[in-house]
Nanobody, 120 residues
Framework: QVQLLESGGGLVQPGGSLRLSCTAS????????MGWYRQAPGKQRDLVSF???????NYADSVKGRFTISRDNTKNTVYLQMSNLKPDDTAVYYC??????????????WGQGTQVTVSS
């Protein structure tokens, strides 16, 4: 199956920046959409941003203008550049990807998550 590994989380002060990375590995024929979700304690897991194979992007209203998603198809990697971070951005961030492993089988995988904490 396809495995996703996130990195780049950590502790940052309000107004600071972090860049998250997620790399897909395994048997992959193609990746369609890659995205980021986040889940704060006691809250639902919400979509933050996604990017399609055609580089169309979508952002949650709460992060528009502050976060930028991008992907490097040669590395099977998606990035989330986070700027002007706020305490409300504190959450576990999960990477997601869907696509195909061959002509007849698709996949939808989740990463293990990386903690982002925004605090002074």
């Amino acid at each position: 199956q396809v495995q996703l590994l996130e990195s780049g989380g950590g502790l940052v002060q309000p107004g600071g920046s972090l860049r998250l990375s997620c790399t897909a590995s395994g048997t992959i024929f193609s990746i369609n959409t890659m995205g980021w979700y986040r889940q704060a304690p006691g809250k639902q897991r919400d979509l933050v941003s996604f990017i399609t194979s055609g580089n169309n992007t979508n952002y949650a209203d709460s992060v528009k203008g502050r976060f930028t998603i991008s992907r490097d198809n040669t590395k099977n990697t998606v990035y989330l550049q986070m700027s002007n971070l706020k305490p409300d951005d504190t959450a576990v961030y999960y990477c997601s990807a869907d696509g195909r492993v061959n002509m007849t089988a698709g996949f939808h995988s989740w990463g293990q998550g990386t903690q982002v904490t925004v605090s002074s």
